[in-house]
């Protein structure tokens, strides 16, 4: 079975800090997503990887960075925490291209609290 | 703008019970359209609906599409508790790598 590691299950951080969200898949995929999800708007991208060291933004990437120097692994880096970015974080991984890439197999989720 | 539009929002059924869920969309070019279900943290995987496979079924789920009217439901028949989730619909536009996610319905089933 496909399986994607979020490293942190709660964490709790001071607002201005800086936060790494680790995320790590162990299928070879080569797509790797960051998506926030908060009550009353559902799941939103923050940023996308389709291969090593790239990256595009997706659909709220404002306040946020992502770092992926290996293929099985994808950070996400809050450079400067604020009280807005409390939230679900969700890594997800899929295959590219064909039929199969819409698939996504998500992580277990990372609950940041930035007081 | 690519959007998805999940309805209703919650539900509150008893076991035994069917229920649909629905989910309507406006996406460019559109490609395909998935539902996932979500108990704690991470959303699964349930189905995947083309062109070319409008109608998906696995044990009490089944689900399809409408390309024309530009929306799929979700049936879940004999409902149990454990069918209690947060069921998630998205679609993907033509060309794109990503998926459009609606905000989910809440389902609860009691017994």
């Known amino acids: 079975d496909v399986k994607v590691t979020q490293s942190s299950r709660y964490l709790v951080k001071r607002t201005g800090e800086k936060v790494f969200l680790e995320c790590v898949q162990d299928?070879?995929?080569?797509?790797m997503f960051w998506y926030r999800q908060d009550p009353g708007l559902g799941l939103r991208l923050i940023y996308f990887?389709?291969?090593?060291?790239?990256?595009e933004k997706g659909d709220i990437p404002e306040g946020y960075s992502v770092s992926r120097e290996k293929k099985e692994r994808f950070s996400l880096i809050l450079e400067s925490a604020s009280t807005n970015q409390t939230s679900m974080y969700l890594c997800?991984?899929?295959?590219?291209?064909?039929?199969?890439?819409?698939?996504?197999?998500f992580g277990s989720g990372t609950q940041l609290s930035v007081l | 703008e690519d959007k998805v539009v999940q309805s209703p929002l919650s539900l509150v059924v008893h076991e035994g019970d069917t229920v649909t869920l629905n989910c309507s969309y406006e996406?460019?070019?559109?490609?395909?359209l998935l539902w996932y279900k979500q108990e704690k943290k991470a959303p699964t995987f349930l189905f995947m609906l083309?062109?070319?496979?409008i109608e998906k079924k696995s044990g009490r789920l089944s689900s399809i599409l409408d390309k024309k009217e530009l929306f799929s439901i979700l049936n879940i028949t004999a409902t149990q508790t454990g069918d209690s989730a947060v069921y998630l619909c998205?679609?993907?536009?033509?060309?794109?790598?990503?998926?459009?996610f609606g905000k989910g319905t809440k389902l609860t089933v009691n017994p």
């Open positions: 997800a991984s899929s295959l590219p291209g064909g039929v199969t890439y819409e698939k996504l197999f």
């Open positions: 299928m070879d995929h080569e797509n």
């Open positions: 990887s389709y291969d090593v060291k790239m990256k």
């Open positions: 996406v460019t070019n559109f490609r395909s």
């Open positions: 083309t062109s070319s496979g």
């Open positions: 998205a679609v993907t536009p033509g060309g794109s790598e990503k998926l459009v």
